[in-house]
């Protein structure tokens, strides 16, 4: 696969980069493994240090940095900027937490396990492989590489091959911040050389967010060679919307759910799945509100939507419209490519599925809706667990009850009451069956690469 920067709101080639030769692969697996022996043995605070001014560099470099990822994928500016900042966030909230985070634990009562003292300890692994997707250039990565960092690993990236620029950007990142040469390497390779990585012994472990088949992949590498792996697939979240809702404020939040980066994140709302009480409703303003929608030229303040990042990716959208709509599907919005350069797909509404429909279990990576008319609460938790993926959920209700039955209801990594999606430092991120397993994010993403360590003395 060729590695290159291609701006997709024309379809032109922005740069092109040649890919990494195994000497050079080489050469930055040991620098990640000589710079681990020196940094597991810092201090938190040493590192914390390091770590606040590699988020302070980030928020200097917001607007070009932000103009990269736009430049890269495609997403509105103004949420390039926002990716930005908070992958600085991120990284204050790793420094100022991993040491409480990864604190040793004593048993209360050491008499038990007949030892004058027995507890716990976490240890750094080392260095860990990151496999890495575009939608978020910076953001999947500053998600593991903070907490990674923060534990004492080092990390080296495989990022996807379309965005370059941003890949570079973090070879250079952490070292500008005062960690050791090394901590935090990227590999540019093809998909096909990351097995060897994983394999090579000085890799530890691997972490992947993507697809449900490169997932697959790396996972059965990393179990072959007996290494951790934490995997973050695809999503076809439900988005709920009962009775009790706020149907206005429900509409709204839903759009945003469905278009927020083009609608290319795992963790969109995708199915919008309501209560016939309350369908017409809630459809009418939904569609109104997609209508409404400015798609334009993503380094335009005013656009709310902008190209596809690929035209592959485009065509994929595609395809999975034209099959509904041959099958019957109803089209509310949208339903197809404006006459424009560049890779866009127009906001779209699908209504009167059926099961025969590939986007019915599919995932849609765009700005494309599915809507379904359920009789009740038990009919919508069909709906929404029907599919193979369980990333995350929202539900729309202002009844206690009901919520808490929904909570329990729903095979999905998290459940967001009266809101959309969005991952926080402050909270775990994984999901469930195809979605992956594995947890990013708060005091368990940070754990996820240590050794928790047993400690018993006599």
């Known amino acids: ?151 004492g690993n080092t990390g080296l990236l495989k990022h996807a091959s379309n965005v370059p620029l941003s890949a570079l950007y973090l070879d250079e990142l952490f070292e500008r911040g005062g960690f050791p040469t090394g901590s935090f390497r990227t590999l540019l390779i093809g998909s096909r050389e990351v097995a060897a990585v994983i394999e090579d012994p000085r890799v530890k472990a691997v972490t992947l967010t993507g697809s449900e088949p490169a997932g697959r992949s790396v996972a059965a590498t990393a179990g072959q060679v007996i290494k951790k792996a934490v995997l973050e697939l695809g999503g076809s979240d439900p988005f709920i919307v009962m009775p009790s809702a706020d149907i206005e404020a429900a509409a709204a939040t839903a759009v945003k759910a469905r278009v927020s980066n083009n609608g290319q994140s795992c963790i969109a709302g995708k199915r919008f799945i309501v209560h016939t009480d309350v369908y017409d409703q809630f459809v009418d303003a939904f569609v109104a509100k997609m209508n409404a929608l400015t798609v334009g030229d993503p380094m335009d303040e005013s656009t709310d939507v902008g190209p596809l990042a690929t035209e592959s990716g485009r065509t994929d959208v595609a395809d999975l419209v034209d099959d509904a709509v041959a099958k019957g599907a109803e089209v509310l919005a949208g339903g197809g490519a404006p006459d424009r350069p560049g890779w866009y797909y127009n906001p779209t509404v699908l209504a009167g599925l059926t099961d025969d429909m590939r986007i019915v279990m599919e995932e849609t990576f765009g700005p494309v809706a599915s809507v379904y008319r359920v009789a009740d609460r038990d009919e919508a938790v069909r709906v929404a667990n029907q599919t193979t993926f369980g990333l995350s959920s929202a539900v729309w209700s202002n009844d206690a009850d009901e919520q808490d039955w929904f909570v329990g209801a729903l095979d999905a990594g998290a459940v967001f009451l009266n809101g959309m999606t969005v991952s926080y430092p402050e909270l775990p991120f994984g999901g469930i069956k195809d979605s992956g397993y594995g947890r990013e994010l708060a005091a368990a993403g940070i754990r996820e690469f240590c050794n928790l360590k047993t400690v018993w003395k006599a």
């Not at 291609?6 to 692969?25: K, L, Q, R």
């Not at 750094?124 to 593991?144: C, E, S």
């Open 1 to 151: 696969m060729a590695i290159e920067t291609i701006n997709p709101a024309n379809g032109e080639t922005v740069e092109t980069f040649e890919a990494h030769s195994a000497d050079e692969v080489q050469q930055r697996i040991a620098a990640a493994h000589d710079a681990f022996h020196q940094l597991k043995s810092t201090t938190y605070a040493q590192r914390a240090a390091w770590m606040h001014a590699t988020a302070e560099i980030l928020e200097a470099d917001v607007d070009k940095t932000a103009e990269m990822i736009t430049l890269e994928m495609g997403k509105p500016i103004a949420q390039s900027r926002a990716e930005v900042l908070k992958c600085a966030k991120n990284m204050h909230f790793y420094a100022d937490n991993a040491e409480s985070f990864l604190g040793a634990e004593a048993l209360d009562d050491p008499s038990s396990v007949n030892a004058a003292s027995a507890g716990t300890v976490w240890q750094p692994l080392g260095v860990v492989l990151a496999v890495m997707p575009w939608n978020y250039p910076l953001w999947q990565v500053i998600r593991f590489a903070a907490p990674a960092l923060m534990a």
